[in-house]
């Protein structure tokens, strides 16, 4: 089940951890049908949150090779998005030159690294 936009608040302002110096990370999981995690397919930095209201999902864009976002950016962008709204992780995927598709994960949790000053969002790949 996907985590909501209320979720990640909570997680963040509880956190005794993640402080504002921390990058915002996505960690998509390959997970087994009996809910084991299998392998991590990759971690990418998060560069941009957006809204897509007609789908009420908070977007967090995935920028390969791209500057992360620190967790205090993140959490200012955050907290104006409807508590409701799903959290979603975006890839936008270029075919050629001229199409492209939007390929979205539902957020399934949070985690962090502290040695690495990293938080993520957990996505099932």
Do not use: Q
Request: hydrophobic fraction near 40%.
């Amino acid at each position: 089940m996907s985590k909501h936009v209320g979720c990640i608040i909570n997680e963040l302002e509880e956190s005794e951890i993640a402080d504002d110096d921390f990058s915002l990370f996505m960690i998509l999981l390959k997970i087994d049908d009996s809910g084991e995690v299998t392998s991590t397919e990759s971690i990418e930095p998060i560069g941009k949150i957006g809204v897509d209201i007609d789908n009420e999902e908070c977007l967090f864009h995935i920028t390969p090779y791209g500057k992360p976002l620190k967790i205090s950016e993140a959490y200012a962008e955050i907290e104006t998005i409807d508590s409701r709204f799903s959290l979603v992780s975006v890839i936008e995927k270029e075919f050629d030159d001229s199409s492209w598709i939007r390929m979205d994960n539902p957020v399934i949790g949070f985690g962090e690294n502290v040695n690495e000053k990293r938080f993520f969002i957990v996505c099932r790949a």
